[in-house]
């Protein structure tokens, strides 16, 4: 092998290093807070208000967070936007969820059976890789700045 093939292939492998720095659970950690933001954005009624989607208290952006009606732990519906509404604190976390009442509003909101879907899907197994993530890292930032500028949100 001459001198100029071993550089490029150390600079291939360098590379392919560079990539796998940032492990999954790293990404997967930003794309959730992101995505929270995401949702929580999109939720945004008036003035910078949202409605939890289970009980409907209205609290500002901030205080509200992103529900699952699957757990997050099912990648396959972890950022599935009829998987995902703001809901207050006392409905995600005190009352882990609301689940079966999240599931009447799904099928109210989008139609019937779909929260039968949504529980179908999350049986689905996924896994994604690092590209991926970046992939939707991006999408989602681009989405979050969409909805900032829309709904004239800069806090």
């Known amino acids: ?3 100029s093939q071993i550089i ?9 290093r560079q990539k796998k720095a940032i492990s999954t659970s790293v990404l997967i950690k930003k794309l959730d807070a992101l995505y929270s933001v995401y949702i929580r954005l999109k939720g945004i009624e008036k003035d910078g208000y949202v ?3 289970t009980c409907d208290r ?3 952006w901030r205080k509200i967070q992103n529900g699952h009606f699957q757990s997050r732990r099912f990648l396959s519906t972890r950022f599935y936007d009829f ?3 703001p809901q207050c604190y006392a409905c995600n976390v005190g009352l882990s969820g ?5 599931g009447i509003r799904l099928d109210k909101k989008y139609g019937a059976g779909t929260a039968d ?3 179908q899907l999350s049986k689905d197994f996924c896994k994604f890789n690092s590209d991926e ?3 939707m890292i991006d999408e989602t930032e681009q989405k979050i700045q969409f909805l900032r500028k829309l709904k004239d949100i800069w806090d």
């Open 1 to 3: 092998m001459k001198k």
């Open 8 to 16: 490029k292939v150390k600079e291939k492998k360098a590379k392919v």
């Open 51 to 53: 409605k939890c989607f």
């Open 58 to 60: 209205v609290e500002y």
């Open 83 to 85: 998987n995902c509404a």
């Open 98 to 102: 609301m689940q079966y009442e999240y």
């Open 117 to 119: 879907h949504v529980v």
């Open 133 to 135: 993530l970046l992939k």
